[in-house]
């Protein structure tokens, strides 16, 4: 199986910066697209941001300019820089990828996280 272990995150005034870091692990044969979702209470989860293997990025409009998705593919690796936060990004982030694995890599699924917190005060 897959594992992800999210770090990072925490407590930041607004118009502060936070890295949040998710490594994935277990019977891999690839990594394709990689990402970040964001749920805070009472809402839906929420694409932040996602990268392809290939490193194409699409950012949702709320964090365009101020996020920055990265990954490491070597490394298994997907980072999401946060600058000039607001108390709206204040919530759970949850990374997501889409992996192949097992023998041959002939399965595919999506996994998540366990979720970090990210709290942005005023």
């Known amino acids: 199986q897959v594992q992800l272990v999210e770090s990072g995150g925490g407590w930041k005034q607004a118009g502060g910066s936070l890295s949040i870091s998710c490594a994935a692990s277990g019977n891999i044969f690839a990594i394709n697209d990689m990402g970040w979702y964001r749920q805070a209470p009472g809402k839906q989860r929420e694409l932040v941001a996602s990268?392809?293997?290939?490193?194409?990025?699409n950012y949702a409009d709320s964090v365009k300019g101020r996020f920055t998705i990265s990954r490491d593919n070597a490394k298994m690796m997907v980072y999401l820089q946060m600058n000039a936060l607001k108390p709206e990004d204040t919530a759970v982030y949850y990374c997501?990828?889409?992996?192949?694995?097992?023998?041959?890599?002939?399965?595919?699924?999506?996994?998540w996280g366990q979720g970090t917190q990210v709290t942005v005060s005023s």
């Open positions: 997501n990828v889409d992996v192949n694995y097992g023998q041959f890599g002939v399965r595919r699924d999506n996994f």
């Open positions: 990268i392809t293997r290939g490193g194409i990025t």
